[in-house]
């Protein structure tokens, strides 16, 4: 297998190679190079998740597969078949996973775009191609979200970004069909920095479906994706992601959406597996009418700090929001949930609510909870509630009486506990979700 | 034991070694933390009513087993009134409770600002933490911010917390309404209601529900 590799680390000289790399044009180049002063002058954020232990500039920045890879199958770690076989993936399927297959790295290549989609004016390519085959519409989206100077790992995906999703739905196009794009992390030390860009213009309808996994490796890896949403005029969009990063993966990602007059806006985000995430995907309810819903749930194991929330700012009048966060840590876990609920001067009439649940499994794991309720208008409705709880004993007891051994009940018991987010993925995605969760369990529960 | 006045000193600090009640109606003006340690099978409760602004932070430890915490605050502001206040149950010892209840009032361009933090250690088995906050905005220029917080280190417990803004439920008001009442004596009904749980504290009830405002 052969790589195009850049030297590790992070200097004025390795953005402008990556820009060149890929053919940008000036403002692009510029633009990540501003977008790295920011990154240098901001400071690590001491809220949050512990990241002492990150070295943003001991990471090879871009990588690039230049040929087919010829990693053969009996090089996979077991653990990861096993987790595969257990996950019930079907074996082409598997094969393209464990990155034997069809391979790549920072680039996206599996693209799937039908043509009866092209034919309606759908655009759906590598970011890296959108900004090359769709440059005005590209430059007049691009960074308006999440503009280089939001926060310190924004400004670090601004200045290396790579690969990613650059999705355009044109008005009144119902995309029926999920549209979906694997991630994967391969190469030991290697970050992954994409950039997706979501387009969708009044009245059109969209579900967007981000699936991760990675083979575990001992280096430390850096996960930084930007993903902006603007949901025009009555557009509707959702986007999934499933992701189960290895357990030495530092996952920090900044999402936002801005959603106009009567959009809905959905964020669907189930968080396994990696070392420290942060996350909170946020909405901007910024005209009439405006819906956002954020759906969530994260499992933190052995050694994990899943730090993941949502954020809701209301603008406008009679913006609705809803958002459920479910959480399970277990095995010395440590799960929080960190949110903001903002109702700004205007945006009475709106209504939110916020639920989060956390499920301990044992005694060394650790739950948190951090709601920010701020509210500056009258004529509002604003909720929020949490609760804390381990598997009754009394809900063990009668699903046991009913013939069941204990990790097929406790197994039962969690799947009720994460059905409200299970039932709104796509079907594969919802079998794939209870098997993981089985597994991520076997004899942890006791 | 009753204690209605708090000494006007930057800090107090309290340790309940028999059930004492704190009723208190108004805040010194250089008291700004309250620390309060709760020692084994005694009750503190703490109930505060005020109009007036102030920043106060409460830190409440139920230091030993079967110790239990019950607090309840009650604000009602107006004009440019802006009350801070910040809390930490800790509960570091089995068999602990705690249940803290805020409600505020706010109208004109009062400002209600709510931190609180419960925690519960590894070893505080059987544990039982709540935290409720309410506001309510009668005003556009009013302004309620809540950040009500858990940190549970150990799966033994029961803990919730709640929180909610809102303003007058225009439904509530019609019912009274439809029943002869005029709009001002049906809004003082809805806010006295609104305060209904400290009813339970005549102590305090009768000073700070009387002249409610509407």
Redesign the interface.
Known sequence: MTYFKLNKGLNRSIVTQISEQKNEPGWMTDYRLNALEIFEQKPMPLWGADLSHLNPYDIHYYVKATEKQHKSWDTVPDEIKNTFTKLGIPQAEQKFLAGVGAQFESEVIYKSLKKEWSDLGVIFCDTNNGLREHPELFKKYFGTIIPAHDNKFAALNSAVWSGGSFVYIPAGIEVTMPLQAYFRINEPKMGQFERTLIIAEPGSKVHYVEGCSAPVYSSNSLHSAVVEIIAHEESQVQYTTIQNWATNVYNLVTKRAVAHKDARVSWVDGNFGSAVTMKYPAIILKETGAEGKVLSIAVAGKDQHQDSGAKIIHCAPHTSSTVIAKSISKDGGRSSYRGLLKVLQGGHHSRAHVQCDALLLDKSSRTDTYPTVDVRETNVSIGHEASVSKISDEQLFYAMSRGLNKQAAQGAIISGFIEPFVSLLPMEYAVEINRLIQHEMEGSIG | MIITQLPNTPNYIFTCTQDTSFFIHEVPKELSNIIILVTENNTCTFVMATKQSTTITLNVTLAERNSHFKGLFCFMLSDNTQVTLNTQQTHSAPETTSNLLVKSIVYDSAKSIYNGIITII?DALQADAAQNSY?L???????????????????????????????LDLEHLFYIQSRGLGKERAEHLIIQSFFVDIVDYPQLCADFLGNAQT
């Open positions: 590894e506001a905005l009668l005003s556009p220029d009013a302004q309620a911010y809540a950040n009500p917080s858990l940190e549970v280190l150990n799966h033994e417990v029961q803990c919730s917390h709640g929180a909610a803004v809102a303003s």
